[in-house]
């Protein structure tokens, strides 16, 4: 088990996490949302061996929730969080792919 503090651009803004992070070496990495803007998320990337090399997925959970707009954090979550989330989310995977692949990341 691991608390790690991670930061995520999106355009101008800059955001901070705090996750739990637990290795399941040559299985899966999961992370649980700790600190930060989301109220709650999950993830789990999962590894399998397939001919061409090593598949990961992804799929995880977040929740938001605004005080100033109660019961209405699940439409923030889906109609505006969810596209930037998974777009951050999609920038991280490539990274960690190129990395793996002995790629240069600037």
């Avoid at 977040?62 to 923030?76: F, Q, Y």
Wanted: with cysteine; hydrophobic share 35%.
């Amino acid at each position: 088990r691991l608390v790690m503090e991670l930061h995520s651009r999106d355009g101008r803004k800059m955001y901070r996490t705090l996750e739990e992070v637990m290795l399941y070496p040559e299985e899966r990495i999961t992370f649980r949302h700790l600190e930060g803007p989301l109220y709650y998320s999950q993830e789990e990337f999962v590894f399998a061996e397939v001919d061409t090399g090593t598949m990961m997925t992804h799929c995880g959970e977040i929740e938001c929730r605004m005080h100033w707009l109660p019961g209405g954090g699940w439409a923030v979550a889906r109609f505006y969080v969810k596209r930037r989330y998974e777009r951050l989310v999609l920038r991280h995977m490539n990274v960690v792919k190129e990395q793996a692949e002995g790629g240069n990341t600037g």
